[in-house]
């Protein structure tokens, strides 16, 4: 993935709360808002990668972890972002 992109911008902001560089209000705070601001960049950049990374990130990621505690919450975020990883690896992009 090519460096200073828009998808490379949420990749590292989610990679940072898994690093535990951000703390989980940071996380809850910005992501929509990043995602929104992002994601028409994102999909001009790849359209199928934006739409995956809605799917496992914000679809299945982020709007399911409502009232899961810290741990269980970042341990959902990991597990959709391993996923979204996954699929990059697999060259389905």
């Known amino acids: 993935m090519p460096k200073n992109t828009a998808s490379k911008f949420m990749m590292t902001f989610v990679q940072e709360y898994l690093d535990g560089e951000r703390s989980r209000l940071d996380f809850d705070l910005d992501f929509n808002h990043y ?24 679809e299945d990621g982020f709007d399911q972890a409502v009232g899961l505690s810290d741990d269980r919450h970042r341990r959902l975020i990991q597990k959709q972002f391993n996923k979204f990883k996954a699929a990059l690896r697999d060259g389905f992009f």
């Open 35 to 58: 995602l929104i601001k992002h994601y028409a960049k994102m999909e001009r950049e790849n359209p199928d990668l934006a739409e995956c990374f809605n799917f496992y990130l914000a």
